[in-house]
């Protein structure tokens, strides 16, 4: 029923669950996980597996929660014993690809430990093989192994898989280990070693998203699987639900208690143009396009006319077939990349201007009736399926209203005014954590942060990013978080700190003021479109801190809530605030632009120097930010290193 | 007719739609939800209220787990309906 209807016959209702504010429930555990996404779940399988007593924070349901929690399409970057191609050459792609802004750390485990993973996930149910045969003689399977391959047909590191089986074996597999998996609770703050920043981190404590009980856990080790930060430039709900391309429940509330524990960060002044995330357009991959999910779909225009693709090197390719085969010479196609070396074929590059000339047609359409029996499953169904949002909301959605994949031609929005994919967008309707590469926890060798006891796994990695990753990283370190649980006492945590952070998040209960989150989340945005967007220099920056400092002062104690879960979307909002000063730190740290981090310094506009082709490092000591650099390939020696952690 | 002193509705106003009729009260769509935009009522075995619609994700979950074959559907909004055209007639249809 909605809301008004029951308004209407029962009068306004009481808050359905007891409300316990200020209530306190203690736990206490060997290692904590935050987060049940999916390095959480990895995290904490791990970490039990290896003997430790685990317990999992998680502010949905873990069951199905976090980017991954719906589904995946394809689980890439993956050498295998069946292909030629080795976890270095896959870094090399990584590091070629993004300037060297790469976290060649997080990105060499996984790529070593991406196949071992993927067979875990299957012995715990997760589909991974056409075991029904029903790709049976495509071009894109091993006939032995039953693997599906996507992208690049013939060097077969990316998996097409059943993702959307994932996350209930990973949930089944917690149980059965015993894992004790808490739903609904909203982590707020880490508890570190006498309530000091930049200690050791000895616990957490969490907010029940609908009781507003307050929880304080204890632990030798923690984890950090949040993910990270979101709605940063643009947020609105009422475009079209709420605006954000991760979860909307994840903001960075990570990143936020992680900065005011002392936590090092880096790559935070990395934000990209994007319509994700605006509002304003699709959901991905729910139209006709050829992109990603939908590779290497056939795309005609309105009157029929199949849009060429081509090579790295701007030729057509006239055989479909080549669209997922290599050119000659090339070592392999990457999931994505513009880098000439790894670029998969697209389409034609001057299909804008064909357009303008009348030579296609619009709206162009997807063509999957026009494709082969193999390819047309393989999108349809199996990708458009199994992609994070595209089971129920798309492929089952559109089949009951009446389209059939045989016959029909999905609309694309290219070019039209709500392209999700390639359209102009507002320059400064930027996003930092909804796609891609983003800024992160700045970790070493054991996964571990500069804070002992404090580990971080998945997304909330810096330039972190990707199923496969966070699988990885989260079983990576929970087997280092579980050792280092096992040699250290647990500490008690200090009650100052604690009371300090009672106060800090029932804050806004009993307020009168009328600002509720959404339209303070929303001002924030306008402050980071008009202070941190393309255009950026010192001034601009220094104003934009100044407009938080007084938001904090005069607007944040008058936020108003009715409930507890109104009260989680409030503290989700002053962390988007953390953020937002982190970004704006760390903008103001690299005084130089980077073509690679799609950032521009008005006042420092030389792309790329070489004295600033490094990573800066920031932490945050009770309002004191302190600054380091380290070079962009500081993992040094990749293969001997990473040996000599495993052994 | 009866008229209410109501403010506006949020939009999208109907991420979900729940048949009362047909749904158990269950609330298993209330607890999967990982924004936790629905509440449970009091009455046992009554539909859930959607209560804060505009925080829907659009993933799916309520209704992949409900047990009540066409007890909730999806309800994408109007902004976001996408068309299709059969390739054959060039007849158009739409979500
Ligand atoms: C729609 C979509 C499709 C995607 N498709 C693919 C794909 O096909 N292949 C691929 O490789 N990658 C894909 N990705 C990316 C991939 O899903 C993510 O990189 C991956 O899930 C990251 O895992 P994680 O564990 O770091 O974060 P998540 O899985 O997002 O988990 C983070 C968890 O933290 C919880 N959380 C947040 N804040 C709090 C708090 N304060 N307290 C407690 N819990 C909290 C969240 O509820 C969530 O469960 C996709 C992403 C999206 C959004
Ligand atoms: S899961 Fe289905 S049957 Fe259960 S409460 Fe929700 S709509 Fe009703
Ligand atoms: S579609 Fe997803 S976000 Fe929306 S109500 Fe259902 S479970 Fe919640």
């Known amino acids: 029923m909605d809301w008004k209807t029951s308004v209407k016959s029962n009068g306004i209702m009481e808050w359905p669950y007891p409300v316990r504010y200020h209530d306190e429930i203690e736990l206490e555990t060997d290692v904590l996980v935050l987060g049940g996404g999916i390095a959480g779940c990895f995290a904490a399988i791990a970490a039990a597996k290896a003997g430790s007593r685990v317990i999992v924070l998680e502010k949905g349901a873990a069951l199905r929660s976090g980017s991954g929690g719906t589904g995946c399409d394809h689980w890439i970057n993956t050498p295998h014993p069946d292909s030629s191609i080795t976890a270095e050459e896959i870094l090399d792609w990584e590091v070629k690809f993004s300037g060297g802004y790469c976290n060649g750390i997080s990105r060499y485990i996984a790529a070593r430990e991406s196949y071992e993973t993927l067979l875990e996930l299957e012995a715990m149910g997760g589909k991974i093989r056409d075991t029904s045969d029903e790709f049976e003689g495509a071009a894109f399977r091993d006939e032995k192994s039953k693997f599906l391959f996507a992208y690049d047909y013939e060097n077969r590191i990316h998996f097409r898989v059943w993702g959307s089986t994932f996350k209930p074996a990973l949930y089944k597999a917690c149980r059965e280990l015993k894992v004790n998996i808490k739903d609904r609770l909203m982590v707020t703050a880490l508890l570190t070693a006498n309530g000091m920043a930049g200690e050791r981190v000895i616990g957490a404590m969490a907010l029940h998203t609908r009781t507003g009980a307050f929880y304080i856990i204890k632990a030798g080790a923690v984890i950090n699987c949040l993910s990270r930060h979101q709605r940063n430039w643009a947020f609105s709900t009422e475009l079209r639900g709420i605006s954000s391309f991760r979860p909307p429940q994840i903001v960075g509330d990570g990143h936020a208690m992680a900065w005011r524990a002392g936590a090092e960060f880096t790559m935070m002044e990395k934000s990209v143009l994007t319509s994700f995330g605006s509002g304003n357009v699709l959901p991905p991959y729910s139209h006709g396009n050829c992109l990603n999910t939908w590779f290497p779909c056939s795309m005609i225009d309105a009157k029929g006319s199949e849009i060429p693709y081509q090579n790295r090197d701007n030729m057509i390719i006239p055989d479909p077939a080549d669209r997922t085969r290599p050119a000659p010479g090339q070592k392999f196609l990457g999931e994505r990349t513009t880098d000439y070396e790894y670029k998969r074929p697209e389409l034609i590059g001057n299909l804008k201007e064909k357009i303008e000339q009348g030579e296609y047609t619009l709206p162009l359409y997807a063509d999957l009736p026009g494709m082969s029996e193999m390819d047309r499953k393989a999108i349809w169904g199996l990708m458009v399926g199994e992609e994070g949002k595209t089971g129920i909301p798309v492929r089952d959605l559109y089949q009951i209203a009446g389209f059939d994949p045989e016959m029909d031609l999905l609309q694309s929005y290219m070019f039209l005014g709500s392209d999700p994919m390639r359209g102009s967008v507002r320059p400064q309707e930027r996003t930092g954590g909804e796609i891609g590469d983003a800024g992160g926890l700045f970790v070493d060798w054991e996964l571990k942060t500069n804070l002992e006891g404090f580990y971080a796994a998945g997304d909330a990695l810096f330039a972190g990013n990707y199923f496969y990753h966070a699988a990885t990283t989260g079983r990576y370190a929970g087997k280092n978080a579980a050792r280092f649980a096992a040699k250290v006492n647990k500490f008690s945590p200090n009650r100052e700190q604690i009371k300090k952070e009672k106060t800090r998040i029932y804050l806004p209960l009993g307020k009168k003021g009328r600002m509720e989150w959404k339209e303070l989340n929303m001002a924030m945005c306008r402050i980071m479109q008009d202070y941190c967007s393309e255009y950026k220099n010192e001034e601009l920056l220094n104003i934009g801190l100044a407009w938080f400092d007084d938001i904090e002062k005069n607007e944040l104690s008058h936020v108003s809530v009715d409930n507890p879960h109104q009260l989680v979307r409030t503290l989700e909002v002053f962390n988007v605030l953390t953020c937002n000063r982190m970004i704006l730190q760390a903008s103001l740290a690299r005084k130089a632009s980077s073509k690679y981090l799609h950032f521009h310094r008005l006042d420092y506009p030389e792309l790329d120097p070489e004295q600033w082709r490094k990573w800066i490092v920031l932490k945050n000591l009770d309002g004191t930010i302190e600054q380091s650099a380290k070079p962009l390939n500081f993992w040094q020696s990749l293969v001997d290193i990473y040996e000599s952690h495993r052994s | ?95």
């Not at chain 2, 769509?29 to 859930?48: T, W």
């Not at chain 2, 959607?50 to 559907?73: Q, S």
């Open chain 2, 1 to 95: 007719m009866k008229s209410f002193a109501l403010p506006n509705n949020t939009s999208p106003a109907s991420p979900v739609i729940i048949d009362a009729d047909i749904c158990n009260g269950c609330n298993k769509c209330v607890n999967i939800c990982q924004v936790d935009l629905m509440i449970p009522v009091r009455k046992k075995g009554a539909a859930p209220i959607i209560l804060y619609p505009e925080e829907c994700w659009y993933c799916g979950c309520c209704v992949e787990i409900c047990p009540e074959t066409g007890a909730i559907k999806l309800n994408p909004p109007l902004i976001q309906r996408v068309r299709w055209k059969r390739k054959k007639t060039g007849e158009h249809f739409r979500v």
